[in-house]
RNA sequence: GGGCUCGUGGUGUAGCGGCCUAACAUGCCAGCCUGUCACGCUGGAGACCGCCGGUUCGAAUCCGGUCGAGCCCGCCA
């Protein structure tokens, strides 16, 4: 090789495939480049050889092409494809060929022609891999994927999926853009906050003993990029959580952050409507939107209708309220003659159903798996009703409420023939509406009662601003602590014992309701935002409600608090979950498959090994000793 | 912190108290084969059943612990 000399090509050239090895990628060759003579890279994909003929098909992130190595008319090539194997890379010069009639494979894109080998290179040899690279869908442990991470990318699902979250993150850039907002970064290290999430800590060398924190979102930051006049502000943001994994959560995990100053919520949420529109056409052209505008659901509608703030609009099967049907007839109005309902209703609680479509001849170890499923998530059981063919209902039940009472269930719940209506009670609203919610979720998948191909976005709007912390005595944040009041309920922003330093449940506070919005897709949470209290007079009052002093706001929030006091425009924005987004997008359930290195469940990397022990020195230099942990507050347990 | 599932040649599975000195498919190695594309045919190598301990005359198979992966509750937006 030369030196390297100035630029001698043109920039299409340059931004073109063609490099020193190759003239072409795997995937572009077609019958009218017949005769070209073209040098071609790749990795062996597979390999079938004859003796005297060697066919190759040679594998890059573009396609499969096609090599053929004849023994007669190549022999020192044919020697070097004898030893060639799976995986190894190779560069080949030949011929571009049309291959021989009706050999053509109408799979490929390149199945019309084939490269017929003048010369075989091996640029790097490849052990067998541990585990089919060119089978995509043999199934595979995902410990072995993770550690081979570089080789499950070789495979065509993931590669896909990468790609496709390449072009998500490419139209929503695209699409700012073209909105007139800013691309910023904002820092890593950062300040550690109280509210939310655990937050990962980085010490500090240059200021012992204290330490940096991993941001969990850029929230302040974008907002000081308010008042510092950016107007729009929109960045691709890495977010750091340090709390236990789930399948659609990770200890890192990126998110669309953004912001605009002199907006409403509805300003606010029209543009983020505007732009998940045109990045889902751009990205998943095939895939329909349910509902155009979105449907924005009031968040008790939500709660009330779908037992959810994350409404799966994909299908129906909404939550009725029985109480009407449950008072109707009888002897004694105060009773339904069965006991759970009686208590429900004595503690003022609620008693609501759904009706799943044709399960009505549920067997009953379905029907025990059902209240099991509701159990979990803390209800004390789930009556159920059958429905009938002739539309009456039947239940181990009815001893108690009497036919009448069957027969209004059936009706209040809209339960057809053949349905089976299922009913939580308890004192707890909250607890009804989310058991219901999960299981209305569940069978609306089982049943098959969602086209999975339609994609149901969905605006919950007006949260409730806090919800009572009763361990800690204070209003917590329901979303984040910056959220601001929706203006009629601004004067609820008060205690009841009228010292704002002193919460109590019994506070207005509590029925505010927030200029909060989330944006929901197929029953995920793909992201939230609100309008911002911009007035530092009204964040005072919001904060000391969630229990913070005058002292504590300035420890915690002075940057900001300050920044308040120079000018903050009304602003407003909302985060979402690319990876969510992305996962939806290719019909996965779990964002590690759109993920390029994701961590596993217990938070390792099983490809590099993290984490792992400091050196001795980086512990020194950092003034830390590790001293073990308590029992029992922790895994790592002491050495 | 807790519950559940899984862990058998390189990979994916079967076997679930003695018939297992572990079976099948694929992969791997060798040989043959000049038109295949999940090529074919013949032959061969390869696991002591995650690890530790226990029960038993006898364990891959039962029990306990431990490690790893996954799902879930708590946690988290």
């Given at each position: 090789m030369s030196e390297p000399s100035p630029a001698s090509t043109s920039p299409e050239a340059a931004f073109g495939p063609v490099t020193p090895y190759r003239d072409a990628t795997c995937g572009e060759l077609r019958a009218a480049d017949a005769g070209r003579e073209v040098r071609i890279a790749g990795w062996v994909h597979r390999r079938r050889d004859y003796g005297g003929l060697i066919f190759i098909d040679l594998r890059d992130r573009y396609g499969l092409t096609q090599i053929v190595i004849n023994e007669s008319e190549a022999p020192e090539a044919s020697e070097v494809a004898n030893g060639v194997r799976i995986e190894f890379v190779l560069e080949v010069r030949g011929t571009v060929a049309r291959r021989l009639a009706g050999t053509e494979n109408s799979k490929l894109a390149t199945g019309d022609i084939e490269v017929q080998a003048r010369s075989v290179e091996i640029l790097s040899e490849s052990q067998t891999?541990?585990?089919?690279?060119?089978?995509?869908?043999a199934p595979v442990d995902e410990s072995l994927r993770l550690r081979y991470r570089y080789l499950d990318i070789r495979r065509k699902p993931l590669l896909d999926r990468l790609l496709l979250r390449s072009e998500l993150v490419r139209a929503i850039r695209e699409t700012h853009h073209r909105a007139g907002f800013v691309e910023i970064e904002t820092p890593i290290l950062l300040k550690s906050t109280p509210e939310g999430a655990r937050d990962f800590i980085v010490p500090s060398r240059l200021q012992p003993g204290s330490v940096y924190a991993l941001p969990q979102s850029p929230q302040q930051l974008k907002q000081l990029l308010m008042v510092a006049g950016m107007d729009r502000y929109f960045q691709i943001a890495r977010c750091f959580r340090d709390e236990d994994l789930r399948g659609d959560r990770q200890p890192e995990f990126t998110q669309l952050d953004l912001e605009m100053s002199f907006v409403t919520e509805q300003r606010v949420m029209d543009f983020v409507e505007a732009m998940i529109v045109e990045v889902s056409r751009a990205v998943v052209p095939d895939r329909p939107i349910a509902q155009l505008p979105f449907p924005r659901i009031d968040y008790h509608d939500a709660i009330e209708r779908y037992g959810s703030d994350k409404p799966d609009l994909r299908f129906g099967m909404e939550l009725v309220d029985l109480a009407a049907a449950l008072a109707g007839p009888g002897a004694d109005p105060d009773s339904t003659g069965f006991r759970v309902f009686d208590e429900t209703i004595a503690a003022r609680g609620r008693i609501k159903a759904i009706a799943a479509p044709g399960?009505?001849?549920?067997s009953r170890s379905q029907i025990d798996e059902l209240v099991a499923f509701a159990r979990r998530y803390g209800a004390k059981g789930l009556a159920h009703v059958s429905v009938n063919p002739d539309g009456t209902g039947h239940s181990p039940i009815a001893k108690f409420l009497g036919d009448e009472r069957i027969a209004a269930i059936v009706k209040a719940a809209a339960a057809k023939s053949g349905d089976l209506v299922l009913i939580v009670a308890d004192a707890e609203a909250d607890l009804v509406a989310d058991v219901l919610g999960r299981l209305r979720q569940e069978l609306g998948l089982r049943l098959g009662?969602?086209?999975?191909?339609?994609?149901?976005y969905c605006w919950v709007y007006h949260f409730p601003m806090y919800k009572w912390d009763s361990d800690r005595g204070r209003w917590d944040a329901t979303h984040n602590p910056f959220s601001g009041v929706v203006p009629e309920d601004e004067k609820l922003l008060v205690t009841a014992s009228g010292d704002p330093y002193r919460p109590t449940r019994q506070d207005p506070a509590g029925k505010a309701r927030a200029m909060q919005y989330d944006i929901a897709l197929n029953g995920w949470e793909l992201g939230g935002g609100s309008v911002r209290i911009h007035r530092r007079e009204l964040l005072e009052r919001s904060f000391a409600l969630q229990g913070y002093s005058l002292e504590q706001m300035h420890e915690l929030f002075g940057g900001i608090l300050e920044a308040f006091d120079f000018g903050a425009p009304p602003h407003g924005g909302i985060a979402m979950g690319i990876d969510r987004w992305a996962a939806l997008f290719s019909h996965q359930t779990n964002i590690r498959e759109v993920m390029a290195f994701p961590k596993t469940q217990s938070g390792t990397d099983l490809m590099l090994g993290a984490p792992s022990e400091p050196e001795p020195e980086q512990y020194s230099e950092l003034g830390l000793r590790f001293v073990g942990l308590e029992p029992g507050s922790g895994k790592a347990g002491q050495s």
């Open positions: 891999p541990p585990f089919y690279i060119n089978e995509p869908d399960m009505g001849d549920a009662l969602a086209d999975l191909n339609v994609l149901a």
